[in-house]
């Protein structure tokens, strides 16, 4: 076991880490708010036809056209494929443009957590830094290898959960295609953290680590491994506390699957709740005072009023909806500023 060299509060870091992949969750949730209305609209039609909405499908597309955007699709003029004929096979066709994406991340993402951060080991009971290699080859050797596998394995998460979503915009099963996006995003971060692990061994000019015969301990050490945000790397001055920053490098590969099925999954949970708040409405006779709302556009003689639906509880609905996130993202914003403040 490794745990010798480092005394921190490893649950106090997975749960700053934690935390920033929740804002992450809020700020796509809240980012997607008006298709969710547009959705509960839809549900209103549904719930009048007597059927049950499957409002999920509309929401998983247009996450879908998110992930475009990530990847880089510039629209039909340039791409020569109009934005619905965008799937896995285009992906496949422009991995080179879409790799040069990743690419580009995470040179920024990995210079600037290599700046700003620094892994800490234990030394007369106290955490001090580490220091890298100072030999430029071996240094720009490190930094390729992690940028690369990073990029390669971000890709591959990205490719396989935009085909899930594809499959959930289809068939309204999120959970099926949810969890078996989740275990393809596993099976691909376990390789890109052993990478990252064997890195950060070679990359330290300190040689005070001897590596365990269990390698599923080794690893699991390495991954949660505490870093720090540097303050004055000659006094050894950190910001805040620490945190396993293995899983911040490496943990990236999760943000797409976590952040977007998740935010389907609160969706969907809200739509259910939603849809029976209604019926509820109808069930008690009062649902007339939800639809009653201002229309503003005239209709010609030859216009045909479409029916009214929940307007004013949708938009109700909406804002509660979004409010609740906003305490939330302020409470958790508030609590990983905390930690990182000292």
Known sequence: MLTDLYVYDVWAGVVIVARLLFLLVLLVAIR???????????????????????????????????IIFVIGYRGEKRERTPLSGVDTTWMRDNKYFVFRRFVLFYCIYITFGILLTRPLYNQDASLVFYNY????????????????????TDYISIFYTFRHLRKISETGKIFRYGTIDMFVATIVFAPNQLISCVLWYYKRSENNIELSEDLFSTIFDLALWPYALVG????????????????????????????????????????????????ALIRMGIDEFCRKYVQLVSLSPFQTPQPAGFGYCNAALIIIFNSILLSMVYDNGKAVFNSFAG
């Not at 039609?45 to 909405?53: A, F, L, P």
């Not at 290699?133 to 390669?152: E, H, K, P, T, W």
């Open 32 to 66: 997607y708010s008006l298709q969710l209305y547009t959705a509960l609209n839809q549900q209103d039609g549904d719930i009048d036809s007597g059927e049950k909405s499957d409002a999920i499908k509309l929401l998983a597309t247009s996450i879908q056209k998110f």
């Open 133 to 152: 290699d100072r030999q430029n080859l071996n240094a720009i050797f490190y930094l390729l290898v992690y940028i690369f596998s990073n990029a390669i």
């Open 232 to 279: 004055n790397l000659e006094s050894g001055t950190m910001i805040g506390q620490p945190f396993p920053g293995q899983l911040i490098i490496t943990g990236t590969v999760f943000f797409p699957t976590i952040a977007l099925i998740t935010v389907l999954l609160v969706y969907r949970i809200f739509l259910t709740f939603a849809y029976w708040v209604k019926r």
